[in-house]
Each structure stands twice: as structure tokens, then as C-alpha cells.
Nanobody, 124 residues
Framework: QVQVEESGGGSVQAGGFLKLSCVVS???????VGWFRQAPGKEREGVIA???????SYSDSAKDRFTVARDNAKNTLYLEMYRLKPEDTAMYYC???????????????????WGQGTQVSVSS
């Protein structure tokens, strides 16, 4: 049974930094793992996707401000968010999927395994 659990959300002021963590068990080395978010009243959207070959697919909102990394020894995926903006306020989700890396892009949301999310709130 695959389990996904996010942590690290919180409240920060605009311009601040947050680091989210996501533990995927029994292992993290899926073909595609990613971060997603859903703001109130909006659809869930992809933020960033990390392929098993190490390459990354960034959304425009993530480019230049967010980074993603994976620690296979800890089965953990990280999302570092710099220069946060109020429009980054959302519930952030982590997900994993066995799809081939050539099908792993930030805009895809049909992942197989999802966590419950962690809230990020950015005040102006």
C-alpha cells in the first residue's frame, strides 16, 4: 500500500520562504513525483514535477522561485518555495505515479497516489 504524507506548511509574509516535505512509502523512486496546489474556489493545478531521471518540469508560477529535490534514502520529496506571494496561498499536495518519464509534466494531475495536503498561507 502506497502512502503519501506532506508536512511543512504554514503562514508566512510575502517575500518569505517555506520548505515542504513529502514522505512516500514504501519508496519514492516512482517514474514521476510532483507537487500540486489548490486555492479556495479554484481547481487543483500542477506546480512542479520531478522525473525519475532527475529532470524537472516547472510551471510558470514555480519557475525561478521554487525548487524540488528528492532524497531516496529518506523516501522524501521536498519543495522549497522562495519569495512567496499572496497568490501562492493554497493547499499543497504531493503525488506519485508510475508513469514513464516522457509523460511526466507539471500540468498533469491524474496521478495515482496522493497525500492529504498541507496548507500554505502567504499574507501581504
Amino acid at each position: 500500500q502506497v502512502q503519501v504524507e506532506e508536512s511543512g506548511g504554514g503562514s508566512v509574509q510575502a517575500g518569505g520562504f517555506l520548505k515542504l516535505s513529502c514522505v512516500v512509502s514504501p519508496y519514492i523512486s516512482w517514474g514521476c513525483v510532483g507537487w500540486f496546489r489548490q486555492a479556495p474556489g479554484k481547481e487543483r493545478e500542477g506546480v512542479i514535477a520531478l522525473r525519475n531521471d532527475g529532470s524537472v518540469s516547472y510551471s510558470d508560477s514555480a519557475k525561478d522561485r521554487f525548487t524540488v529535490a528528492r532524497d531516496n534514502a529518506k523516501n522524501t520529496l521536498y519543495l522549497e518555495m522562495y519569495r512567496l506571494k499572496p497568490e501562492d496561498t493554497a493547499m499543497y499536495y504531493c503525488a506519485a505515479d508510475p508513469r514513464a518519464v516522457r509523460y511526466c509534466y507539471w500540468w498533469q494531475t491524474d496521478f495515482a497516489y496522493w497525500g492529504q495536503g498541507t496548507q500554505v498561507s502567504v499574507s501581504s
